[in-house]
T-cell receptor, first 110, second 111 residues
Framework: EDQVTQSPEALRLQEGESSSLNCSYT??????LFWYRQDPGKGPEFLFT???AGEEKEKERLKATLTKKESFLHITAPKPEDSATYLC???????????FGTGTKLQVIP | DVKVTQSSRYLVKRTGEKVFLECVQD?????MFWYRQDPGLGLRLIYF???????EKGDIPEGYSVSREKKERFSLILESASTNQTSMYLC??????????FGPGTRLLVL
């Protein structure tokens, strides 16, 4: 059974204090790993898709990286508007059955 | 931009009522999905559909059914709502083996 574990569950940062969120996964065969951002009471908003180990993608202050066992979401000099829950998900099955982690809740304090 | 819309943001229903949640996507995606999201449990797949009139059970289909009569529309039906179905319901759509895009969610309260 596919498993996705995100850590930490919650993270509190000062504005400008860079950090990383972790997503470790166990799948039979990785087709893709996804990162989403979710604001309270809203649906997840797509950030990145990574397909193979060594791949990296960036968007503003966010950078996602992928190894064979885990992915990191690096946040550089975060701002309060980066506060959200960040979800990781993996696609390993037919008809794109995707397994989600439970997320990391990030709070950035001014 | 991909747009996935859900019929209601908030719903309050009574135990035993039949509940319809509707989802519409405007990107001509083949796949559509219904999830529920609960604190500490993450997103769990209820049902998905890979074509019109085709459906597959997800991880937690009990107490739910779905309908996909048109490619752009995917409905989730709670046959007889129960309090343990109080949750946030999220619809998503995608092309095969591509990223899933989510709607804004429906927060359902069953009393």
């Amino acid at each position: 059974e596919d498993q996705v574990t995100q850590s930490p569950e919650a993270l509190r940062l000062q504005e400008g204090e860079s950090s990383s969120l972790n997503c470790s996964y166990t799948v039979s065969g990785l087709r893709g790993l996804f990162w989403y951002r979710q604001d309270p009471g809203k649906g997840p908003e797509f950030l990145f898709t990574l397909y193979s180990a060594g791949e990296e993608k960036e968007k503003e202050r966010l950078k996602a990286t992928l190894t064979k066992k885990e992915s990191f979401l690096h946040i550089t000099a975060p701002k309060p508007e980066d506060s959200a829950t960040y979800l990781c998900a993996v696609d390993s099955g037919g008809y794109q059955k995707v397994t989600f982690g439970t997320g990391t809740k990030l709070q950035v304090i001014p | 931009d991909v747009k996935v819309t859900q019929s209601s943001r908030y719903l309050v229903k009574r135990t035993g009522e039949k509940v319809f949640l509707e989802c519409v996507q405007d990107m001509d995606h083949e796949n559509m999905f219904w999830y529920r999201q609960d604190p500490g449990l993450g997103l769990r797949l209820i049902y998905f559909s890979y074509d019109v009139k085709m459906k597959e059970k997800g991880d937690i289909p009990e107490g739910y059914s779905v309908s996909r009569e048109k490619k752009e529309r995917f409905s989730l039906i709670l046959e007889s709502a129960s309090t343990n179905q109080t949750s946030m319901y999220l619809c998503a759509s995608s092309d095969p083996q591509e990223t899933q895009y989510f709607g804004p969610g429906t927060r359902l309260l069953v009393l």
